[in-house]
């Protein structure tokens, strides 16, 4: 019996992780296509603009999904926390061979384009290093190892933010994590914890294209 409960309890997380990641694909997809024309405006999505949209809903994502996690299954939270990952993951990853389709594809007809294997390691490369990031700093902080008060919070809430120049997701998963910790330990500012994560990634989406005009700048040539 308790381990059909247990079953039950990683298939709803699976679950939860995939519905966020498909939600986060979704969004990054329309991001990168969208069109809108008027006589007065003209507006279009770009690969930037769909980095940056990810780049605020993959750690809204883990905050959310961790602590509800956390909270609702107190103790025994180990294997619901794998497997939302698991599907979070997945699901986020999806975005990229996803937009290979849409790039590829006629208004009249779809191409699959035969690298999409290629795009979709590609987006579980981008995805996997911000979770793993984020359980580090996650677990140092939700154990009590390191505290989540004064100079030590900050520094870890900041410090993935110059890394974002050269590696996005150390960005992502440094708030993401702290942020996880910062509200598992402290409930009652969840909502500024989560105001303070898009902020913060805010901030880090900007720094995308200048993190594409250094790779192609003097500095790397």
Known sequence: MRGRRQGVISGVSLVAGLVAGLVIAAIYVLAGHFRIETPQLSVSGNSTLALGTASVLVP???????????????????????????????ATAAAFPLDAVVTASAPDRIV??????????????????????????????????????????????????????????????AVAGTAAGHAWREPGARTLIAVLVIFLMLVAAVELPLAAATVNGPLFK
């Not at 994502?61 to 794998?82: F, H, K, N, V, Y």
């Open 60 to 90: 809204l994502a883990i905050l959310w999904g961790w602590t509800w996690i956390s909270d609702r299954w107190s103790g025994r939270s180990g294997a619901p926390l794998l497997f939302f990952n698991l599907g979070l993951v997945l």
């Open 112 to 173: 699959f384009d035969p690298r999409i294997s290629v795009n979709a390691v590609d987006g579980v490369l981008w995805v996997l290093p911000v979770v793993a990031i984020a359980g580090i700093l996650y677990w140092l902080f939700g154990s009590g190892k390191l505290p989540v008060a004064g100079p030590m919070l900050v520094i870890a809430y900041l410090v993935g933010l110059p890394l974002g120049l050269f590696f996005p997701p150390a960005a992502m998963g």
